[in-house]
């Protein structure tokens, strides 16, 4: 059974960090590509970025690029958005998900709401407020 085990959410002041944890198990980082994706009240699910392998490109929102880092840990299988610079507009559910990588390689699942996503966890909330 695949889980996506999401953790690291919480309250944060404006120009704040935090960081997120995915934890993922009945699946290996060579089949499956990981990232986030989030949605804020009212608004559509969206993509927030995608973690890179040899043949598959690390992907950032426009929105929070420079801002956010995805990284790995593939012992721990585990993979982190560290968020820094945190806005208001950044309030919102985070939500780890899991793509197959040969789908991974010719289009990008995290461009739109993830439709077309094989996995996802239980989001891990994230509120940017004063």
């Known amino acids: 059974e695949v889980q996506l085990q999401a953790s690291g959410g919480g309250l944060v002041q404006p120009g704040g960090s935090l960081r997120l944890s995915c934890t993922a198990s009945g699946l290996s980082f060579d089949d499956y590509v990981i990232g986030w994706f989030r949605q804020a009240p009212g608004k559509e699910r969206e993509g927030v970025s995608r973690?890179?392998?040899?043949?598959?490109?690390?992907y950032y929102a426009d929105s929070v690029k420079g801002r956010f880092t995805i990284s790995t840990d593939n012992a721990k299988s585990t993979v982190y958005l560290e968020m820094n610079s945190l806005k208001p507009e950044d309030t919102a559910v985070y939500y780890c998900a899991a793509s197959w990588i040969v789908k991974e390689r010719h289009s990008n699942g995290w461009r739109g709401r993830g439709l077309g996503l094989d996995y996802w966890g239980k989001g891990t909330q994230v509120t940017v407020s004063s």
């Open positions: 973690m890179g392998t040899m043949d598959v490109s690390t």
